[in-house]
């Protein structure tokens, strides 16, 4: 059996080349993922009246399938982990062109929930997870500015889809236009088989080395016991189990949770997915509410996807800039406060010309949310641990994304007017924009503070460490996150191995 050594390591991400074939595929993954879900509601009118149904049984078709997209997020994860990105983006196209041209045959509300919201939103959640979790693979340097112009298919694909689905829905009607759909959504599959893959170590050669570990420490722990006489205690019980959660912790980390900046992320998040839908959904009825026309109403989504298009690119690479990197987490709290802060402000807009505005700043606020969406959990867990937190991430994500609309509906009707949905989307993102603030300041002072005592406990071991993650930084990008975990092992047990030596 191969030593840990003699793995092979894998080469380095490129920051260029092949990845910005990579960044294109993801490009348009990325942007069928965020961008269909909102792009089929034109549909929903001639639907309800064939159907008979409600506005509220037809929306949900959006919902179930914005809330599948994200909640199979851990689903994702594990198959990438498995069988890599392309494979599985690949595979998530068929189901969505499955599910397209099987709700051209549907014929009853209940069907649609099925063929478009469950199918058609797990293969949108086989694209968007795979195609960010690629870019770290091929990007390290200019990772910030890869991310923004990936997530920059979102308003691209909207601007696109939306004209599109009104020149089908002219033309072929409803059922038409679902099997023309269902034939565009291949072309996810275009974009997988771009999604190269870059030094993935054999899942085999894993287990080796992970054999390999366990006869070291079986030989040395017999050795010890026999010079010391100390019987060996069996408890096969115990073992059983640390086996089955080092299964689970394969594909999904659970320790995640233990991680003080993980956690700090995913509150904030989950509090600001109440806001962040909702002031999109509502934005032309509410201009129609006051009066204006439903054509100019439909063009403040397009000024707000224009700008959007423009901004998640420019955060990029402000994102990326030497000034911004080392503190990021602060650049993505005021984006979230500051998008929170255009919803605040939303009810003075009497007129058209206040909303146009109110457009422009909220797509800038918006794209900036969103190019630092995915950026800011990396930097946070690191590129080894990102395929696990993103599944987990996004699971949690699900549950206030599918209520923060029907919220926002309810104050509408409760009220009669539209000021309460943004007042209430404006609160909880300043409210999620100023926890982030907070925690992440808190976080970075403890972990200073965790550095400073480790190296007045143990400087030599603080300078060792230093110099060692220093030599190992190019070693751990090239090495790939399989085989990271044993890397660790080893070392921990070779230390056990030398402190029993040295007693």
Known sequence: MPSPANAGPAPSPPDGGWGWVVVFGAFISIGFAYAFPKGIAIFFKEIQGFFDTSYSEIAWVSSIMLATTYGAGPISSILVNRYGSRPVVIFGGLLCGIGMVSAAFCTSILQLYICVGFITGFGLALNLQPSVIIIGKYFLKRRPIANGLAMAGSPVMLCTLAPLNQFLFDNFGWRGSFLILGAILLNCCVAGALF????????????????????????????????????????????????????????????LFKHRGFLIYLIG?????????????????????????????????????IVDMIARPATGIIANSKWVRPRIQYFFSFSIAFNGACHLLCPLASGYKGLVIYSVFFGLAFGM?????????????????????????????????????????????????????????????????????????????????????????????????????????????QDGPELEPLREEQERLKKEVNGTNEV
């Open 369 to 477: 949310v969103c190019a630092m969406l995915f950026e800011t959990l990396m930097d946070l867990v690191g590129a080894t641990r990102f395929t696990s937190a993103v599944g987990l991430v996004t699971i949690a994500e699900c549950c206030t994304i599918l209520l923060g609309p029907p919220i926002g509906g309810t104050l509408i009707d409760t009220f009669g007017d539209y000021k309460y949905m943004f007042i209430k989307c404006g609160a909880v993102m300043v409210l999620a924009g100023t926890f982030l603030f907070i925690m992440n300041y808190y976080n970075y002072r403890m972990l200073a503070k965790e550095k400073r005592k480790a190296k007045e406990e143990d400087p030599k071991s603080v300078r060792t460490e230093s110099e060692g993650r220093n030599n190992l930084n190019k070693d751990t990008v």
């Open 269 to 305: 998040n989950v509090l600001m997915f109440l806001g962040f839908f909702a002031p999109i959904v509502f934005l032309a009825p509410y201009a129609k509410h006051i009066g204006i026309d439903e054509y100019s109403a439909a063009f403040l989504l397009s000024i707000l996807a």
């Open 196 to 255: 190269r893959p870059i030094g993935a170590p054999k899942i085999q050669s894993n287990e080796e080395v992970k054999e390999v570990l366990k006869e070291e420490v079986t030989k040395d722990a017999m050795e010890m016991n026999s010079s010391t006489n100390i019987p060996v205690e069996t408890k096969p019980e115990e073992e059983e189990a640390k086996d089955c959660c080092e299964k689970i912790n394969k594909y999904l980390d659970f320790s």
